[in-house]
């Protein structure tokens, strides 16, 4: 029996941004990273626009470490 860890690395989305008629658009990108031992999500990499770097985000969350044995 195996356990496969899943999610989403890498997310990117399109927003229109001329009423919806379809000639321009604004693309966003998120990175995701996973702790490869439980699959938690420990890092976020919001770049918000992709054209430029003045509202990239990164969120990390720390995850609580095992207490060594008494």
């Known amino acids: 029996m ?4 899943t999610g989403n690395a890498q997310v ?6 001329d009423d919806g008629a379809g ?3 604004r693309t966003y990108t998120t990175d995701n990273t996973y702790d490869t031992v439980a699959g938690r999500l ?3 990499d919001d770049f918000g626009d992709d ?8 969120v ?3 995850t609580p470490r095992a207490h060594p044995p008494s």
Do not use: F, M, Y
């Open 2 to 5: 195996t356990a496969n860890l």
């Open 12 to 17: 990117k989305g399109w927003e229109s941004i």
């Open 23 to 25: 000639a321009k658009w």
């Open 42 to 44: 420990v890092k976020v």
């Open 51 to 58: 054209t430029t770097a003045e509202d990239d985000q990164c």
């Open 60 to 62: 990390r969350t720390p």
